[in-house]
């Protein structure tokens, strides 16, 4: 087995539990203080969401893992946010999700 040259150092747990904090925060403060009239609002809302749900996930959850989980639910919300969502297209996000962990899982 071939031993890397430089170990790759994984970010620190700590570090993870406080951006996930952090982007919390800021989006608890950012509906707070923002009303949704333009698409930046939305904009701005779904990038915290994003954040923080990506690095909620990320503590328990592998990169890959945690991403994909993080757009699903972006997808959900979004649709929801459109009045688009129905059974479905629920059947649908699972679908992919599945296959996506599939995908994942088989790596």
Known sequence: MVQP???IRKPLR???VLSAILFWALLSLYIYMI???SILAFMGFYMLVFLGLYFTFNILLARGRSLIWTLIILIFLFLRQMQFINIVTVILL?????TMELMLRKK
Request: glycine letters at 8%; zero cysteines; a positive charge.
């Open 14 to 16: 700590f570090q993870i």
């Open 94 to 98: 699972l679908g992919i999700f599945v």
């Open 35 to 37: 009303s949704p009239n």
């Open 5 to 7: 040259r430089h170990k």
